[in-house]
Every structure is written in C-alpha cells, then in structure tokens.
C-alpha cells in the first residue's frame, strides 16, 4: 500500500466537566487528528492519545507532531510501499514515541482494512460485539459533589466505577463510595501521586474491596510496585509503567502487576496490545482497555480491541457523553451498561468533517 498524504490537525473540544486528576485538571481535550489517503483515493483516520502537556507521559501534541512530521513520515516515505504491520519495524529506529507511532500505524491500518473490508474487530481477533462500560471520576471539589457524579453515572448504567486518587483525597472517597454502593465494582488511580514508603496508608483501601489499585508509583519503578504488592492486599494494576510487550512480560515475571491495563497509544498502537493481551490470556492475568479521554475515532478503535477474550474487566471506554457535549463522530451511547462495538470496515467510523473544521485550531499536510 502507497500513502500518497497525510494530513495533520490539531483541534480543541471542550469537556462537559473539568478532569482532575493527581497531575493536574484538565477543562479540554486538544487532540491531534491522523488522516492518510493513499494512492488509490481510500482514507484513513486515527487520533494521537497525547495530552498538550506531558504530564501523564513523556509525549505531548506538539511534540507528536514534530515527531511525526520531521522523523516518522520520512522513513515511511523512504520505504514508500508497505502494509500497516510493517510500520512498527519501520518506525523502530526512533526512540519511544509510542503515541506518534500508534497514531500513524492505526490510521494506515484503518485505510488497510477499508481496502480489505474488514473491521478493526474482526482483524485484531475480537469476541465480542458490546463491551462493558466503566467510568474513570475525577477528584472531586467535596465529597458532596463526587456523590453526585458518581450517582450520575450509575444511574445511566456504568458498570465499573474508577475514582482518582491522590494523597488527602483517597480513603475517605473510597469508603464513602463503597458505603453507598457496596455491590459496585470500584476501583482507584492514582497516576504516580504516591512514595514506596505509603505501603501502610495504601493498605487502608484494602477493606473496600476493591478490583485494584491503578499505578501507585513512579512509572519507572517496577521494583517498588513488588514491594508494594507484598503489603497492600488490593490488586495493583499497572499504566504508565507499561510501554511495550517487553515491558509487561518484566512487570509480571517481578510481581509488580497482578493486572494489566492496555492503552494503544501507550504502547506504541493495536497490534502491540493485541500481543500484551495474548501474554496475559496465556498468563491468566485480567486486562482492560484503558481510555486517554479519546473522541470518538479513538473510542471506536478501542471498543474493537476490548472485545478481544482476554478484556475481562470493563474498561475506561465511556459513553461519547462522559467526555464531550458534541463528538466528532456520531456518538458512542451505551445501552444497559455497554458500548456497541463497530462492525463496519476499519475503525467504523468517520469524523464529521464539518464539525471537525470548526474546531480544527491548526491542519498541515505532507505528501509522499
Ligand atoms: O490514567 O487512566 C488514566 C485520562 C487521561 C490520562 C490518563 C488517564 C485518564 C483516565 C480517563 O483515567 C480515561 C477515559 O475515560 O478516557
Ligand atoms: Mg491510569
């Protein structure tokens, strides 16, 4: 297959709530937007998962782009005919940059499988035609108004609460939640906020039975997430610190992570999730399908990999409605609890290339 363009956007969608988290609160999603058309005239569309401000991870939007544009497009175009599944080896000489990667290699696949005629579901070996709803809530202002996001969403059929977490903003939630909905499966993320010595406070959480404890730690320290499984009986389930199949198959053999969850973008795109997912099925370790507040084009892509077998727990794959007043695509409602997942072609969906233009703060293009 021969990319003749890609085109590059960067636009801002304003969120329905702002979303605190422990390393900072976000009011909007500024998204960069992967379209490839190749020589034939098919299209492809993926987003770039990186945040404006690398915060969460190392990449951000502006840096993507540069990334793309200066290193990853030119080696593409260098190799110039190529299949979606060679990109990763294409791309492999530049360092990190998993969320540039994963965007370029989703948007090429998706124009593969339009070609093909096949659904990014049925390509990566999903199951499933619904996959079941979680909700990733935001810290709070009171506990007040966290009771009452919380009731919102269970009250329209979220399946999984997840609550973030920071230290001064951890048991008493947890407790308070637990208490008022002692059935729900609930689970807490803390992106990092926390030191190898809060072992004892950590184990605090344990009577809320909870489904896990999302990357406690600094990413970088695998060592210290052991120790911390050692004193704290509530699952640790791993993110940030979870780049690449190599580095699961290392957090599982050391007993850093006892579950896992995948984020494409994260580890450089769907066909390297795909093969986190087979490690765990083989392992018997639970996955779930982590979500970067996507719009619709990376909430469809993700809904095809969570109905993969092994996607066991509900994932942070909410309702269009969570995130944004308006989506670029038609949007993802839930119904009892789940997400319909795409069938048609490639992704499955398109944006809506007039709303896409009003909000579109920035386009470039490169040809091949
Ligand atoms: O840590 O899982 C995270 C959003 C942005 C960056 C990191 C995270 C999150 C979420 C929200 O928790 C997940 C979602 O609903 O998309
Ligand atoms: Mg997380």
């Not at 998962?49 to 990334?67: I, K, Q, R």
Request: charged share 25%; glycine share 8%.
């Amino acid at each position: 297959m021969k990319i003749a363009e890609y085109e590059f956007r960067i636009i801002h969608l304003p969120l329905v709530r702002p979303f605190r988290t422990s390393f900072g609160t976000q009011t909007s999603r500024e998204v960069l937007i992967v379209k490839v058309t190749t020589a034939e005239g098919v299209v492809g569309w993926a987003e770039c998962v990186a945040m404006s401000v690398p915060l969460y991870s190392p990449e951000y939007v502006a840096g993507c782009l540069e990334t793309m544009q200066k290193f990853l497009i030119p080696a593409l175009n260098k190799v110039g005919d190529f299949r979606a599944e060679d990109v990763a080896t294409i791309l492999k000489p530049y360092l990190g940059a998993q969320m540039a990667k994963a965007a370029l290699e989703t948007a090429i696949l998706d124009a593969q499988l339009r070609i093909e005629g096949i659904s990014l579901a049925k390509y990566l070996g999903a199951t499933k035609t619904k996959v079941e709803c979680g909700v990733s809530v935001g810290i709070a202002s009171s506990m007040g108004a966290l009771i009452e996001e919380v009731s919102s969403y269970i009250d329209s059929g979220y399946r999984r609460i997840k609550l973030k977490i920071e230290p001064g903003w951890d048991i008493e939630p947890v407790k308070e939640v637990r208490r008022l909905w002692p059935e729900m499966r609930l689970q807490v993320d803390a992106n990092q906020a926390y030191a190898r010595s809060d072992g004892a406070h950590l184990a605090k959480l344990d009577p809320y039975d909870l489904l896990l404890i999302e990357q406690p730690l600094d990413e970088h320290d695998i060592l210290g997430h052991a120790e911390l499984a050692k004193v704290v009986r509530t699952p640790i389930c791993l993110d940030e610190s979870i780049t690449s199949l190599r580095s699961a198959e290392d957090a599982l053999a050391l007993k850093a992570t006892t579950i896992i969850n995948v984020k494409p973008g994260r580890v450089g795109g769907y066909l390297e999730s795909v093969k986190i997912h087979d490690l765990c099925v083989r392992e018997s370790i639970p996955v779930w399908c982590g979500g970067m507040l996507e719009t619709g084009i990376g909430r469809a892509a993700n809904l095809a990999l969570a109905a993969l077998p092994g996607f066991t727990l509900p994932g942070d794959t909410s309702a269009s409605s969570r995130y944004f007043k308006q989506d670029i695509t038609t949007p993802f409602e839930m119904s009892d609890g789940y997400l319909e997942v795409p069938n048609t072609p490639g992704i499955g969906v398109t944006p809506d290339v007039d709303f896409l233009d009003s909000i579109t703060t920035s386009k470039e293009l490169a040809k091949s």
